[in-house]
């Protein structure tokens, strides 16, 4: 068995992953845009697809299965039907634990700041964020780490719940943004969750997408969401109840239908 398919050997190609990514793109706004303002769209698609490229590279070369290695597996359509079900409803609940945390400890400075550079009026910029933002964000974090680096866990330790947790421990912790561990993690457990019950990354890319998309709407069209989804600085609470509603559907329905393939 080759060394990647261990515990440490998948945490040290998924953080050199993470490294290749965030070096090559940071040369690369230094080369071409020093200021980094104009470069960002590019640059944002640019660092997704880095962080998968040498997870590729190498699996290619211990010629393994792909798409069962990392977990890009086909799903019914009344799983995805379910899966962003219950999506909408996590996020508008994990919108209002944000709230409440910046109720409690006001955020910094520099975080409002980092939201402006998902702000922007040039259509094409708009476009080209959105991809690297959304879509393409949510597939390459999943491949990584729902698809590669949980399932080597789950295999290597025979422990899912413990994979999960630590896997998701180390997905937050990469972030890098210490004001939204606690919500990261959260997100990230119930993603492997998904990706494990499903043995899809497909669940837990559409949880991703919609949160991302929830926060890239939030930054360039918050007018939008007031009076409906937003009440007093917070999620409005029919909003949140029939998110819960939904969570609660989608859930049941995703297990009825998928723990008995589990346990055959």
């Not at 690369?28 to 640019?46: C, E, K, N, R």
């Not at 994979?163 to 561990?181: E, Q, R």
């Not at 949160?211 to 007093?232: C, K, L, P, Q």
């Given at each position: 068995m080759s060394v990647i398919f261990t515990a440490r050997g998948a945490f040290i190609l998924v953080t050199l992953s993470l490294l290749f990514s965030g070096f090559l793109t940071s040369a690369?706004?230094?080369?071409?845009?020093?200021?980094?303002?104009?470069?960002?769209?590019?640059?944002?698609?640019?660092g997704e697809l880095l962080l998968v490229v040498p997870l590729i590279v190498i699996l290619t070369r211990n010629t393994v299965n792909l798409r069962e290695t990392l977990r890009i597996n086909p799903v019914s359509r009344r799983t995805l039907l379910l899966s962003v079900l219950l999506s909408c409803g996590i996020v508008a609940w994990a919108d209002e634990l944000e709230r409440i945390v910046a109720l409690i400890i006001p955020p910094p400075q520099w975080l409002d700041q980092l939201g402006?550079?998902?702000r922007v009026e040039d259509p094409l910029s708009l476009t080209l964020i959105f991809i690297g933002a959304v879509p393409l964000a949510a597939f390459s974090?999943?491949?990584l780490f729902r698809g590669f680096l949980q399932q080597v866990l789950e295999k290597q330790w025979k422990d899912v719940t413990r994979?999960?947790?630590?896997?998701?421990?180390?997905?937050?912790?990469?972030?890098?943004?210490?004001?939204?561990?606690v919500q990261i993690y959260l997100l990230g457990?119930?993603?492997?969750?998904?990706?494990?019950i499903t043995n899809s990354i497909f669940p837990s890319m559409i949880l991703h997408g919609i949160?991302?998309?929830?926060?890239?709407?939030?930054?360039?069209?918050?007018?939008?969401?007031?009076?409906?989804?937003?009440?007093?600085g917070h999620v409005s609470p029919l909003i949140l109840a029939i998110g819960t509603t939904m969570t609660i559907i989608g859930f049941k329905q995703l297990n009825r239908t998928l723990t008995p393939v589990l346990e055959s």
């Open positions: 690369l706004i230094l080369l071409f845009d020093p200021a980094g303002q104009a470069f960002l769209p590019s640059t944002l698609i640019v402006q550079f998902l974090e999943e491949v994979a999960v947790l630590v896997g998701s421990l180390f997905f937050a912790v990469v972030h890098l943004i210490p004001y939204w561990a457990v119930i993603m492997g969750y998904l990706a494990w949160n991302n998309g929830i926060a890239f709407s939030f930054a360039n069209w918050e007018d939008f969401f007031e009076g409906w989804y937003t009440w007093n």
